[in-house]
């Protein structure tokens, strides 16, 4: 009952932001904006999205080695296109991080260590966008009316950095097992303890990890490059340098989990940040609607890619692996 009262709250949200948006845009210019978009330059965003999907799945791969066997580049990539699916796409509580964690550690049952290597996959492209964006918002510093830019950046970097040093501590880890032993959980205890490991086995691989987060900048450039190569799509001028200001700040204001799949709120986004240099409201809307549907098309091949890997019992699996993760 709670799960779909938070996805109707989610979907209603959405719809607020949506009609919000409409109601400040020239729809006819929306109009001609779509209808004068170059598609060879929009199909070349697509392209230069998919090249870093590659490079995710070469990362993910990097970081499993030292933590469990490593499976074969179809797989993996089978499995990323199914996280893509459950992140992007699929209406379920069950997250893409979670099904991706599943599937890699199902053949070898060693899903703590998939675990480790799925999060610090993810935390090594945020840790690359923060940085990205510190570094922009450093040399040109953004004020937009109603959202404080320089503190959400800063804000999330801090945070960030500071959940790092608590994961990679031994101190912490053995403070935390400590105190679940006298709260009689040993069953979590246990398990925050083979995380643990997994996460200490890591920190003493640094070039790996340098490694990895070298190809998260690789990955996050091209992200940029997207948005940026479908606004020269939708013919829009605009300076290359505001991409990598205000992408990663999009990226997560569209995080925040108040709306389906970030729906609604990227494009409020692009709106009040694009805007603020200039561009037209319907060129921002068009552009971000534009982000999101180049997104969710890249998670459409994950469905199908999901009937072959699927078995009846998943679903309830990857439920309960959710629950206890959580």
């Given at each position: 009952?709670?799960?779909?009262?938070?996805?109707?709250?989610?979907?209603?949200?959405?719809?607020?932001?949506?009609?919000?948006?409409?109601?400040?845009?020239?729809?006819?210019?929306?109009?001609?904006?779509?209808?004068?978009?170059?598609?060879?330059?929009?199909?070349?965003?697509?392209?230069?999205?998919?090249?870093?999907?590659?490079?995710?799945?070469?990362?993910w791969k990097l970081l499993m080695r030292p933590l469990?066997?490593?499976?074969?580049?179809?797989?993996?990539?089978?499995?990323?296109?199914?996280?893509?699916?459950?992140?992007?796409?699929?209406?379920?509580?069950?997250?893409?991080?979670?099904?991706?964690?599943?599937?890699?550690?199902?053949?070898?049952?060693?899903?703590?260590?998939?675990?480790?290597?799925?999060?610090?996959?993810?935390?090594?492209?945020?840790?690359?966008?923060?940085?990205?964006?510190?570094?922009?918002?450093?040399?040109?510093?953004?004020?937009?009316?109603?959202?404080?830019?320089?503190?959400?950046?800063?804000?999330?970097?801090?945070?960030?950095?500071?959940?790092?040093?608590?994961?990679?501590?031994?101190?912490?880890?053995?403070?935390?097992?400590?105190?679940?032993?006298?709260?009689?959980?040993?069953?979590?205890?246990?398990?925050?303890?083979?995380?643990?490991?997994?996460?200490?086995?890591?920190?003493?691989?640094?070039?790996?990890?340098?490694?990895?987060?070298?190809?998260?900048f690789i990955n996050q450039f091209l992200v940029i490059?997207?948005?940026?190569?479908?606004?020269?799509?939708?013919?829009?001028?605009?300076?290359?340098?505001?991409?990598?200001?205000?992408?990663?700040?999009?990226?997560?204001?569209?995080?925040?989990?108040?709306?389906?799949?970030?729906?609604?709120?990227?494009?409020?986004?692009?709106?009040?940040?694009?805007?603020?240099?200039?561009?037209?409201?319907?060129?921002?809307?068009a552009l971000g609607l534009l982000s999101s549907v180049?997104?969710?098309?890249?998670?459409?091949?994950?469905?199908?890619?999901?009937?072959?890997?699927?078995?009846?019992?998943?679903?309830?699996?990857?439920?309960?692996?959710?629950?206890?993760?959580?």
């Amino acid at each position: 009952m709670k799960t779909k009262l938070f996805a109707c709250t989610k979907l209603l949200v959405t719809a607020l932001l949506f009609y919000y948006i409409f109601t400040k845009i020239d729809f006819q210019h929306f109009g001609d904006t779509l209808k004068n978009a170059r598609l060879d330059i929009l199909l070349l965003a697509f392209l230069v999205l998919w090249i870093a999907h590659f490079i995710c799945i070469y990362r993910w791969k990097l970081l499993m080695r030292p933590l469990m066997p490593v499976l074969s580049i179809p797989n993996l990539f089978g499995i990323y296109c199914i996280g893509l699916f459950f992140n992007l796409t699929f209406p379920t509580v069950v997250g893409g991080d979670v099904v991706k964690m599943y599937y890699a550690g199902r053949p070898s049952k060693s899903y703590a260590q998939s675990f480790a290597s799925t999060f610090l996959d993810r935390d090594a492209g945020m840790f690359a966008m923060m940085i990205i964006a510190c570094v922009a918002i450093l040399i040109y510093p953004v004020r937009v009316p109603g959202i404080p830019v320089s503190l959400i950046i800063w804000g999330a970097f801090a945070v960030f950095v500071a959940g790092n040093i608590g994961i990679f501590a031994p101190y912490f880890h053995r403070r935390l097992t400590n105190l679940l032993r006298r709260l009689h959980l040993p069953k979590i205890a246990t398990k925050v303890d083979l995380i643990s490991n997994a996460f200490q086995i890591m920190g003493q691989h640094r070039i790996l990890l340098l490694g990895s987060l070298f190809i998260s900048f690789i990955n996050q450039f091209l992200v940029i490059a997207v948005t940026w190569i479908l606004a020269l799509g939708l013919r829009l001028e605009i300076d290359p340098f505001w991409f990598f200001v205000f992408v990663p700040v999009i990226t997560l204001i569209s995080m925040i989990p108040i709306s389906l799949n970030g729906m609604g709120l990227r494009e409020y986004a692009f709106m009040s940040l694009f805007g603020a240099i200039g561009v037209a409201p319907a060129s921002c809307i068009a552009l971000g609607l534009l982000s999101s549907v180049v997104i969710i098309l890249s998670s459409l091949p994950g469905g199908i890619v999901y009937i072959f890997f699927r078995n009846r019992n998943d679903m309830q699996q990857l439920a309960a692996m959710e629950t206890e993760f959580s």
